[in-house]
Protein backbone atom coordinates (compact mmCIF):
# COMPACT_ATOMS: atom_id res chain seq x y z
CA UNK A 1 0.00 0.00 0.00
CA UNK A 2 2.55 2.76 0.66
CA UNK A 3 4.52 1.67 -2.68
CA UNK A 4 1.21 2.03 -4.00
CA UNK A 5 -0.09 5.50 -2.62
CA UNK A 6 3.44 7.06 -2.40
CA UNK A 7 5.29 6.17 -6.04
CA UNK A 8 2.28 4.72 -7.91
CA UNK A 9 -0.79 7.44 -7.43
CA UNK A 10 1.60 9.86 -8.45
CA UNK A 11 2.42 8.46 -11.33
CA UNK A 12 -1.02 7.82 -13.05
CA UNK A 13 -1.51 11.50 -12.47
CA UNK A 14 1.34 12.58 -14.31
CA UNK A 15 -0.11 9.80 -16.44
CA UNK A 16 -3.29 11.52 -17.28
CA UNK A 17 -1.25 14.57 -18.11
CA UNK A 18 1.48 13.36 -20.46
CA UNK A 19 0.91 10.08 -21.76
CA UNK A 20 -3.09 10.01 -22.64
CA UNK A 21 -3.91 11.98 -25.40
CA UNK A 22 -7.00 13.23 -25.73
CA UNK A 23 -7.17 14.79 -28.69
CA UNK A 24 -6.44 11.33 -29.90
CA UNK A 25 -9.35 9.87 -29.06
CA UNK A 26 -11.77 12.71 -30.09
CA UNK A 27 -10.06 12.43 -33.77
CA UNK A 28 -10.34 8.78 -33.61
CA UNK A 29 -13.98 9.20 -33.17
CA UNK A 30 -14.27 12.08 -35.69
CA UNK A 31 -13.20 9.87 -38.27
CA UNK A 32 -15.22 6.67 -37.44
CA UNK A 33 -18.05 8.37 -37.19
CA UNK A 34 -17.56 10.25 -40.75
CA UNK A 35 -16.79 6.95 -42.66
CA UNK A 36 -19.57 4.99 -40.78
CA UNK A 37 -21.11 3.96 -43.81
CA UNK A 38 -17.90 2.43 -45.39
CA UNK A 39 -16.23 0.76 -42.19
CA UNK A 40 -16.81 -2.85 -42.77
CA UNK A 41 -18.26 -5.02 -39.78
CA UNK A 42 -14.78 -7.09 -39.19
CA UNK A 43 -13.29 -3.90 -38.48
CA UNK A 44 -14.05 -4.19 -34.22
CA UNK A 45 -12.04 -4.92 -31.22
CA UNK A 46 -11.50 -8.65 -31.47
CA UNK A 47 -10.04 -8.46 -34.72
CA UNK A 48 -8.04 -5.34 -33.67
CA UNK A 49 -6.39 -7.76 -31.08
CA UNK A 50 -5.60 -10.78 -33.52
CA UNK A 51 -3.50 -8.04 -35.34
CA UNK A 52 -2.08 -6.72 -32.16
CA UNK A 53 -0.90 -10.51 -31.18
CA UNK A 54 0.29 -11.29 -34.80
CA UNK A 55 2.77 -7.73 -34.18
CA UNK A 56 4.81 -9.89 -32.26
CA UNK A 57 6.64 -12.15 -34.87
CA UNK A 58 7.82 -9.25 -36.68
CA UNK A 59 8.82 -7.57 -33.99
CA UNK A 60 10.82 -10.39 -32.31
CA UNK A 61 11.80 -11.21 -35.87
CA UNK A 62 13.22 -7.79 -35.92
CA UNK A 63 15.25 -8.18 -32.60
CA UNK A 64 16.80 -11.39 -33.56
CA UNK A 65 17.84 -9.70 -36.73
CA UNK A 66 19.72 -6.91 -34.81
CA UNK A 67 17.19 -3.98 -35.19
CA UNK A 68 16.93 -1.67 -32.79
CA UNK A 69 14.47 0.98 -33.16
CA UNK A 70 12.15 -0.98 -35.71
CA UNK A 71 11.17 -3.49 -32.61
CA UNK A 72 10.45 -0.64 -30.39
CA UNK A 73 8.18 1.53 -33.22
CA UNK A 74 6.59 -1.85 -33.21
CA UNK A 75 5.42 -2.05 -29.39
CA UNK A 76 4.13 1.75 -29.63
CA UNK A 77 2.12 0.79 -32.69
CA UNK A 78 0.94 -2.19 -30.38
CA UNK A 79 -0.25 0.36 -27.75
CA UNK A 80 -2.14 2.75 -29.89
CA UNK A 81 -4.29 0.01 -31.83
CA UNK A 82 -5.27 -0.60 -27.93
CA UNK A 83 -6.34 2.45 -28.01
CA UNK A 84 -8.29 2.16 -31.08
CA UNK A 85 -9.45 -1.20 -30.36
CA UNK A 86 -11.39 0.92 -27.26
CA UNK A 87 -12.75 3.36 -29.60
CA UNK A 88 -13.89 0.97 -31.61
CA UNK A 89 -15.68 -0.94 -29.13
CA UNK A 90 -17.90 2.38 -28.19
CA UNK A 91 -17.97 2.95 -31.84
CA UNK A 92 -20.13 -0.45 -32.85
CA UNK A 93 -21.92 0.17 -29.47
CA UNK A 94 -23.53 3.21 -30.69
CA UNK A 95 -24.13 1.46 -34.16
CA UNK A 96 -26.31 -0.92 -31.76
CA UNK A 97 -27.96 1.53 -30.63
CA UNK A 98 -28.63 3.42 -33.67
CA UNK A 99 -30.05 -0.18 -35.39
CA UNK A 100 -32.23 -0.61 -32.44
CA UNK A 101 -33.87 2.72 -33.34
CA UNK A 102 -34.32 1.67 -36.96
CA UNK A 103 -36.46 -0.85 -35.98
CA UNK A 104 -38.48 0.53 -33.38
CA UNK A 105 -39.49 3.19 -36.46
CA UNK A 106 -40.23 0.37 -38.83
CA UNK A 107 -42.41 -1.14 -36.47
CA UNK A 108 -41.07 -4.31 -35.78
CA UNK A 109 -42.47 -5.92 -32.35
CA UNK A 110 -39.27 -5.84 -30.03
CA UNK A 111 -39.59 -7.90 -27.12
CA UNK A 112 -36.85 -7.03 -24.02
CA UNK A 113 -36.21 -8.12 -21.08
CA UNK A 114 -36.67 -6.01 -18.16
CA UNK A 115 -33.04 -5.72 -15.84
CA UNK A 116 -35.73 -7.80 -13.62
CA UNK A 117 -35.32 -10.63 -16.13
CA UNK A 118 -31.48 -10.23 -17.70
CA UNK A 119 -29.89 -6.79 -18.69
CA UNK A 120 -29.09 -6.43 -21.86
CA UNK A 121 -30.96 -10.04 -23.34
CA UNK A 122 -33.44 -8.61 -25.72
CA UNK A 123 -34.27 -9.83 -29.11
CA UNK A 124 -37.00 -8.72 -32.24
CA UNK A 125 -39.62 -10.84 -33.61
CA UNK A 126 -40.86 -10.68 -36.97
CA UNK A 127 -43.09 -13.99 -37.08
CA UNK A 128 -40.40 -16.09 -38.66
CA UNK A 129 -38.25 -18.43 -36.47
CA UNK A 130 -34.95 -17.12 -34.88
CA UNK A 131 -31.83 -18.30 -32.93
CA UNK A 132 -31.81 -16.72 -29.67
CA UNK A 133 -28.71 -17.38 -27.66
CA UNK A 134 -28.42 -18.24 -24.38
CA UNK A 135 -27.61 -16.36 -21.50
CA UNK A 136 -24.11 -17.77 -21.19
CA UNK A 137 -23.65 -17.58 -24.87
CA UNK A 138 -24.77 -13.73 -25.13
CA UNK A 139 -22.80 -12.91 -22.24
CA UNK A 140 -19.67 -14.43 -23.65
CA UNK A 141 -20.36 -12.66 -27.15
CA UNK A 142 -20.59 -9.32 -25.54
CA UNK A 143 -17.12 -10.02 -23.38
CA UNK A 144 -14.89 -11.67 -25.77
CA UNK A 145 -13.60 -8.17 -27.59
CA UNK A 146 -12.03 -7.17 -24.14
CA UNK A 147 -11.43 -10.97 -23.18
CA UNK A 148 -9.09 -10.84 -26.50
CA UNK A 149 -7.85 -7.35 -25.54
CA UNK A 150 -6.35 -8.47 -22.49
CA UNK A 151 -4.99 -11.49 -23.54
CA UNK A 152 -3.03 -9.61 -26.60
CA UNK A 153 -0.79 -7.53 -24.07
CA UNK A 154 0.17 -10.77 -22.05
CA UNK A 155 0.78 -13.00 -25.90
CA UNK A 156 3.13 -9.93 -27.18
CA UNK A 157 4.97 -8.96 -24.30
CA UNK A 158 5.89 -12.56 -22.82
CA UNK A 159 7.94 -13.58 -26.22
CA UNK A 160 9.73 -10.14 -26.00
CA UNK A 161 10.77 -10.82 -22.15
CA UNK A 162 11.89 -14.00 -23.13
CA UNK A 163 14.20 -12.60 -26.04
CA UNK A 164 15.60 -10.11 -23.74
CA UNK A 165 17.45 -12.44 -22.24
CA UNK A 166 19.80 -12.76 -25.15
CA UNK A 167 20.25 -9.39 -24.42
CA UNK A 168 21.09 -8.56 -20.51
CA UNK A 169 24.35 -6.73 -20.57
CA UNK A 170 27.67 -9.01 -19.46
CA UNK A 171 27.99 -7.25 -15.56
CA UNK A 172 27.48 -10.13 -13.27
CA UNK A 173 25.28 -7.97 -10.81
CA UNK A 174 22.77 -6.67 -13.10
CA UNK A 175 22.69 -9.75 -15.38
CA UNK A 176 21.34 -11.32 -12.25
CA UNK A 177 19.39 -8.39 -11.37
CA UNK A 178 17.88 -8.15 -15.07
CA UNK A 179 16.81 -12.36 -14.94
CA UNK A 180 15.01 -12.24 -12.05
CA UNK A 181 13.12 -9.08 -12.79
CA UNK A 182 12.11 -10.69 -15.99
CA UNK A 183 11.57 -14.03 -14.75
CA UNK A 184 8.68 -12.51 -12.38
CA UNK A 185 6.98 -10.67 -15.26
CA UNK A 186 7.10 -14.11 -16.85
CA UNK A 187 6.05 -15.94 -14.59
CA UNK A 188 3.02 -13.08 -13.72
CA UNK A 189 1.76 -12.51 -16.91
CA UNK A 190 1.17 -16.54 -17.25
CA UNK A 191 -0.72 -16.95 -14.32
CA UNK A 192 -2.51 -13.62 -15.80
CA UNK A 193 -3.39 -15.48 -18.60
CA UNK A 194 -4.63 -19.20 -17.09
CA UNK A 195 -6.36 -17.00 -14.81
CA UNK A 196 -8.47 -14.23 -17.32
CA UNK A 197 -9.11 -17.41 -19.63
CA UNK A 198 -10.74 -19.56 -16.51
CA UNK A 199 -12.63 -16.34 -15.53
CA UNK A 200 -13.84 -16.00 -19.47
CA UNK A 201 -15.00 -19.63 -19.45
CA UNK A 202 -16.55 -19.70 -16.57
CA UNK A 203 -18.96 -17.03 -16.65
CA UNK A 204 -22.35 -17.79 -16.16
CA UNK A 205 -23.79 -15.73 -18.26
CA UNK A 206 -24.91 -12.40 -16.16
CA UNK A 207 -23.39 -9.08 -15.61
CA UNK A 208 -21.48 -8.01 -12.44
CA UNK A 209 -23.95 -5.49 -10.81
CA UNK A 210 -22.72 -1.86 -9.62
CA UNK A 211 -21.91 -1.97 -5.69
CA UNK A 212 -22.81 1.10 -4.05
CA UNK A 213 -22.30 2.18 -0.69
CA UNK A 214 -18.65 0.24 0.19
CA UNK A 215 -15.70 -0.85 -1.47
CA UNK A 216 -14.34 -4.27 -1.48
CA UNK A 217 -11.21 -3.80 -1.25
CA UNK A 218 -9.86 -1.12 1.21
CA UNK A 219 -6.58 0.37 -1.65
CA UNK A 220 -5.77 3.51 -2.18
CA UNK A 221 -6.06 2.37 -5.55
CA UNK A 222 -9.03 0.55 -7.77
CA UNK A 223 -8.37 -2.58 -9.87
CA UNK A 224 -8.45 -0.69 -13.03
CA UNK A 225 -5.85 2.08 -11.48
CA UNK A 226 -3.36 -0.90 -10.95
CA UNK A 227 -4.04 -2.29 -14.33
CA UNK A 228 -3.25 0.86 -15.86
CA UNK A 229 0.03 1.40 -14.33
CA UNK A 230 0.90 -2.24 -14.95
CA UNK A 231 0.19 -1.80 -18.75
CA UNK A 232 2.06 1.85 -18.89
CA UNK A 233 5.07 0.36 -17.38
CA UNK A 234 5.43 -2.61 -18.84
CA UNK A 235 4.84 -1.21 -22.53
CA UNK A 236 7.13 1.71 -22.41
CA UNK A 237 9.52 -0.24 -20.43
CA UNK A 238 9.61 -2.76 -23.44
CA UNK A 239 9.88 -0.36 -26.00
CA UNK A 240 12.88 1.18 -24.49
CA UNK A 241 14.52 -1.82 -23.20
CA UNK A 242 15.15 -2.64 -26.92
CA UNK A 243 17.24 0.93 -27.59
CA UNK A 244 20.84 0.79 -26.07
CA UNK A 245 21.02 4.20 -24.73
CA UNK A 246 18.33 4.21 -22.64
CA UNK A 247 18.02 0.34 -21.88
CA UNK A 248 18.01 0.82 -17.85
CA UNK A 249 15.25 3.39 -18.37
CA UNK A 250 13.07 0.44 -19.30
CA UNK A 251 14.86 -2.28 -16.69
CA UNK A 252 13.47 0.46 -13.38
CA UNK A 253 10.08 0.72 -15.44
CA UNK A 254 9.48 -3.05 -16.14
CA UNK A 255 10.70 -3.45 -12.46
CA UNK A 256 8.37 -1.26 -10.63
CA UNK A 257 5.29 -3.67 -12.95
CA UNK A 258 6.50 -6.68 -11.10
CA UNK A 259 5.10 -5.61 -7.68
CA UNK A 260 1.80 -4.38 -9.97
CA UNK A 261 1.50 -7.38 -11.94
CA UNK A 262 1.72 -9.72 -8.69
CA UNK A 263 -0.64 -7.19 -6.72
CA UNK A 264 -3.57 -7.77 -9.66
CA UNK A 265 -3.01 -11.53 -9.31
CA UNK A 266 -3.48 -11.21 -5.63
CA UNK A 267 -6.54 -9.32 -5.91
CA UNK A 268 -8.18 -11.89 -8.31
CA UNK A 269 -7.62 -15.09 -6.60
CA UNK A 270 -8.50 -13.42 -3.21
CA UNK A 271 -11.72 -15.43 -2.19
CA UNK A 272 -14.70 -13.82 -1.48
CA UNK A 273 -18.24 -15.76 -0.69
CA UNK A 274 -21.37 -14.73 -0.51
CA UNK A 275 -24.70 -16.16 0.33
CA UNK A 276 -28.39 -16.07 -0.24
CA UNK A 277 -31.34 -17.18 0.94
CA UNK A 278 -34.66 -18.85 -0.54
CA UNK A 279 -37.66 -17.69 0.24
CA UNK A 280 -41.20 -19.13 -0.59
CA UNK A 281 -41.74 -17.67 -4.06
CA UNK A 282 -41.52 -20.39 -6.90
CA UNK A 283 -38.53 -21.32 -8.22
CA UNK A 284 -37.83 -19.75 -11.57
CA UNK A 285 -35.35 -17.31 -13.74
CA UNK A 286 -35.64 -14.79 -10.42
CA UNK A 287 -33.97 -16.74 -8.64
CA UNK A 288 -31.31 -17.53 -11.75
CA UNK A 289 -30.59 -14.06 -12.46
CA UNK A 290 -30.18 -12.78 -8.66
CA UNK A 291 -27.63 -16.08 -8.02
CA UNK A 292 -25.63 -15.38 -11.24
CA UNK A 293 -25.36 -12.30 -10.53
CA UNK A 294 -24.15 -12.51 -7.39
CA UNK A 295 -21.80 -15.32 -8.34
CA UNK A 296 -20.27 -12.56 -10.48
CA UNK A 297 -19.89 -10.36 -7.33
CA UNK A 298 -17.14 -12.94 -5.70
CA UNK A 299 -15.29 -16.30 -5.86
CA UNK A 300 -18.00 -18.29 -4.33
CA UNK A 301 -22.17 -18.74 -4.05
CA UNK A 302 -23.65 -20.47 -1.04
CA UNK A 303 -27.23 -21.09 -1.28
CA UNK A 304 -29.40 -20.75 2.33
CA UNK A 305 -32.38 -23.29 1.90
CA UNK A 306 -34.87 -23.46 4.94
CA UNK A 307 -35.77 -26.71 6.03
CA UNK A 308 -39.62 -27.14 5.17
CA UNK A 309 -38.55 -26.19 1.67
CA UNK A 310 -35.51 -28.72 1.36
CA UNK A 311 -37.10 -31.87 -0.96
CA UNK A 312 -37.38 -29.42 -4.49
CA UNK A 313 -34.79 -26.43 -3.73
CA UNK A 314 -32.27 -28.20 -2.56
CA UNK A 315 -32.63 -30.49 -6.29
CA UNK A 316 -33.01 -26.73 -8.24
CA UNK A 317 -29.80 -25.12 -6.36
CA UNK A 318 -27.81 -28.37 -7.17
CA UNK A 319 -28.40 -28.44 -11.28
CA UNK A 320 -27.09 -24.41 -11.29
CA UNK A 321 -23.24 -24.84 -11.94
CA UNK A 322 -22.52 -20.91 -10.55
CA UNK A 323 -23.92 -22.63 -7.27
CA UNK A 324 -20.28 -23.34 -4.95
CA UNK A 325 -22.15 -24.80 -2.03
CA UNK A 326 -26.09 -25.27 -0.62
CA UNK A 327 -26.73 -24.97 3.28
CA UNK A 328 -29.67 -26.95 4.02
CA UNK A 329 -32.32 -26.43 7.39
CA UNK A 330 -30.44 -22.92 7.19
CA UNK A 331 -31.92 -20.47 9.68
CA UNK A 332 -34.05 -17.99 8.81
CA UNK A 333 -32.20 -15.38 10.61
CA UNK A 334 -28.94 -14.71 9.70
CA UNK A 335 -26.60 -12.90 12.47
CA UNK A 336 -23.24 -12.43 12.42
CA UNK A 337 -22.59 -16.34 14.82
CA UNK A 338 -23.90 -17.87 11.24
CA UNK A 339 -21.65 -16.06 8.97
CA UNK A 340 -18.50 -16.47 10.87
CA UNK A 341 -19.12 -20.17 11.05
CA UNK A 342 -19.73 -21.06 6.97
CA UNK A 343 -17.03 -18.27 6.41
CA UNK A 344 -19.21 -16.14 4.64
CA UNK A 345 -18.26 -12.63 3.68
CA UNK A 346 -21.82 -11.06 2.77
CA UNK A 347 -25.43 -11.72 2.46
CA UNK A 348 -27.38 -10.47 -0.64
CA UNK A 349 -30.97 -9.97 -0.62
CA UNK A 350 -32.97 -9.34 -3.93
CA UNK A 351 -35.94 -6.79 -4.52
CA UNK A 352 -39.27 -8.95 -3.71
CA UNK A 353 -37.78 -10.83 -0.86
CA UNK A 354 -39.16 -11.26 2.79
CA UNK A 355 -35.99 -12.47 4.97
CA UNK A 356 -34.77 -11.59 8.63
CA UNK A 357 -31.02 -10.51 8.87
CA UNK A 358 -29.99 -9.55 11.91
CA UNK A 359 -29.65 -5.78 13.07
CA UNK A 360 -25.74 -7.08 13.83
CA UNK A 361 -25.41 -7.87 10.28
CA UNK A 362 -26.97 -4.33 9.35
CA UNK A 363 -24.31 -2.12 11.74
CA UNK A 364 -21.28 -4.55 10.35
CA UNK A 365 -22.63 -3.83 6.63
CA UNK A 366 -22.34 -7.36 5.74
CA UNK A 367 -26.00 -7.29 3.87
CA UNK A 368 -26.79 -6.18 -0.12
CA UNK A 369 -29.76 -5.25 -1.33
CA UNK A 370 -29.56 -6.16 -5.17
CA UNK A 371 -32.37 -4.01 -7.18
CA UNK A 372 -34.05 -4.35 -10.47
CA UNK A 373 -32.06 -1.81 -11.65
CA UNK A 374 -29.01 -4.54 -11.69
CA UNK A 375 -27.35 -2.08 -8.48
CA UNK A 376 -26.44 -3.48 -5.09
CA UNK A 377 -26.75 -1.42 -2.07
CA UNK A 378 -25.41 -1.68 1.04
CA UNK A 379 -28.59 -2.40 3.31
CA UNK A 380 -27.98 -0.19 6.72
CA UNK A 381 -31.25 -0.21 8.70
CA UNK A 382 -34.10 -2.86 8.59
CA UNK A 383 -37.00 -2.55 10.63
CA UNK A 384 -38.55 -5.65 13.49
CA UNK A 385 -39.84 -8.54 12.24
CA UNK A 386 -39.79 -9.74 8.94
CA UNK A 387 -38.54 -7.19 6.58
CA UNK A 388 -39.94 -7.16 3.05
CA UNK A 389 -38.16 -5.20 0.56
CA UNK A 390 -39.90 -2.63 -1.67
Not at 66 to 80: E, K, M
Not at 249 to 273: C, D, H, Q, S
Not at 351 to 380: H, T, W
Request: aromatic letters at 12%; hydrophobic letters at 45%; a neutral charge.
Amino acid sequence: EAYLGSLILPLLQMRQQFYDFPEVSVNLRKVLYANNRTIPHWFNTTNISYVRIILVIPCVTFMTWGYIFLPSLLVLLFNFLGLLGCELDEYWAQIKKNTEKELGKKGMQKIRSSPSEHEGFEFVTNNLPRVIPSWSAHQRTLTYGAFTDSLSDKLFLIPCWIFFFSAIPSCQYLRSLHFIVLWCLVISETFGVFIRIRAFHTANGMSAPIVEGTEFSKSVLKDSQVEMARQTFEMVGTSLFMIPYIHYIGFILLAMAVPLAYELIRRNLKKRTFYVMTDTSPFGTRNLKHWGQVKAMGSELIVGIPGEKQPDMVVNACSCFFVDKIITEAPVEVDLAFLDDFRIDFVVLHSKQQIMVAEEVLLDQRCFLLGDDGIARILKSKSRGDRKID
